[in-house]
């Protein structure tokens, strides 16, 4: 078992969200790539941009973060911007 320091330190160094790599001018191609990579797209709810379903893998979430103003994600909305960009020749 694992100290609870040893856990929190582990907690921390997590990546959960990615801030500002998906740009605004972006989005709605992106939403038209997504089910063409088998992404099911389902209603955002909140503050979120995007919501994708992937079977045997985690959500892709993107969502507005109106006190920095950027788009968030989750580390599979980062995996499917990366597939994006490179598929599409968009610099990252």
Do not use: S
């Not at 790539?33 to 892709?60: F, I, M, Q, S």
């Not at 979430?61 to 989750?74: D, F, G, H, V």
Request: positive net charge; contains cysteine.
């Amino acid at each position: 078992m694992l100290p609870k320091k040893e856990i929190e330190r582990c907690k921390k160094l997590c990546r959960t969200n990615f801030r500002g790599m998906i740009k605004m001018k972006f989005l709605v191609e992106l939403y038209n790539y997504a089910p063409k990579d088998e992404w099911k797209l389902l209603p955002p709810v909140g503050n979120e941009v995007l919501h994708g379903v992937k079977e045997g893998r985690r959500d892709a979430i993107l969502w507005w973060n109106a006190e920095k103003k950027q788009i968030e994600c989750t580390r599979m909305g980062a995996v499917l911007w990366w597939c994006y960009c490179i598929r599409n020749d968009v610099p990252m």
